[in-house]
């Protein structure tokens, strides 16, 4: 059976292999890297990878516009707080995403694990929202 890591590098092949300037890949990554933190992810991973579903789903930015607010935030050195895990990260899993068929069906599915990601975040969802605003003065979609 194949690990969770081996069926993300062949969502990986799909997400980057697409042509849409919006860049799908980045939201694929943010879901990944919180659903599957662990009291071994650095802080900074799964920090960046909430902020990114944050930016994604409360204010519509693209995989495009979230790839540019991490390396805003990848510019300065910081220490980023450690984040209280769920016990459940989301029903959805990697397997769940492949299994649609690539194209819209896929692409969609993406978006709603990301969706159900970010959901089983809540309790932390007020940090978030304050890092995003100390870190990138997110009051307004960034360009």
């Known amino acids: 059976m194949p ?15 697409q042509p849409d300037p919006a860049f799908l890949h980045q939201h694929a990554v943010d879901a990944f890297a919180a659903q599957l933190a662990d009291e071994h ?8 990878g909430l902020i990114g579903l944050y930016l ?12 540019l607010a991490h390396m805003r935030m990848a ?7 450690s984040l209280p895990l769920p016990a459940q ?26 969706a159900c990601v970010w959901a089983a975040y809540a309790h932390v969802r007020p940090l ?15 360009p």
């Open 3 to 17: 690990t969770e890591q081996n069926l993300f590098n062949e969502l990986t092949l799909y997400t980057l292999a």
């Open 41 to 48: 992810t650095k802080p900074i991973t799964l920090a960046f």
């Open 75 to 81: 510019r300065y050195q910081k220490r980023w707080p």
């Open 89 to 114: 990260r989301g029903a959805i899993r990697v397997a769940e995403v492949l299994r649609a068929n690539p194209g819209p069906d896929r692409d969609a599915m993406i978006h709603r694990w990301a």
């Open 56 to 67: 994604h789903l409360e204010w519509n930015y693209t995989g495009r516009q979230v790839q």
């Open 128 to 142: 978030i929202v304050d890092l995003a605003r100390s870190e990138l003065g997110v009051k307004q979609p960034l």
